[in-house]
């Protein structure tokens, strides 16, 4: 009897996890609805990477990472889910293109430093805003490469174009993300 219980709870954690990989890499393509290009960059304004800092900080590393590839390989397929309802593996040859590589990379930082969530043991607040800051910036790492190789711009016109203007909007996603992660992390430890 104790076993089939046990196989039940592992089963329904086996759900859980499916279920929120998927939930977060909807998110995240919700998070593409809102874009607002810039006349000076060839980069938009997207809610995207706030999700995916979210996926790392709420489900972990491996989680997080799963639900943006996910996303990532449903947009690389086709679906109309990067900015500006775009889809194609094209949009990874762009200049935006580094960037939606930087989300996995943010899943995976933010991830790999919070932690998985324990209903036990919450991480402490320091480490979910040095998660949360971290998962940001390694956003930008990519996206600035890959936006200096495409468009051979200087290093300050690549600063201006690809992370200056985003920088006010990032910090206000980094502070939502700090803000609401242990809260949400609670709920999911107990789903995990």
């Known amino acids: 009897m104790m076993q089939k219980n046990a196989s039940l709870s592992a089963g329904r954690k086996t759900i859980s996890g499916i279920t929120l990989i998927a939930l977060f890499a909807a998110l995240t393509a919700a998070g ?68 939606l590589l930087g989300y996995l ?12 969530p324990r209903a036990a043991k919450p991480a402490p607040v320091w480490k979910i805003i040095l998660a949360t800051v971290l998962g940001l910036i390694s956003v930008y790492i990519p996206g600035i490469l890959r936006l200096k190789q495409l468009m051979d711009l200087s290093w300050s016109a690549v600063f201006i174009a690809g992370v200056l203007p985003f920088l006010a909007g990032d910090a206000v996603k980094g502070i939502v993300a700090a803000a609401i992660a242990p809260r949400l992390r609670r709920i999911i430890a107990e789903l995990l």
């Open 105 to 116: 990379l943010s899943a995976l930082i933010a991830g790999l430093i919070a932690g998985r």
């Open 32 to 99: 593409a609805l809102i874009s607002i290009p810039l006349p000076f960059s060839p980069i938009p304004v997207v809610l995207q990477n706030l999700f995916t800092i979210l996926a790392g900080l709420v489900l972990g590393p491996i989680g997080g990472s799963l639900a943006v590839a996910l996303y990532l390989l449903a947009g690389a397929l086709g679906a109309p889910v990067f900015a500006g309802a775009s889809g194609g593996f094209a949009r990874f040859l762009g200049p935006t293109g580094g960037y």
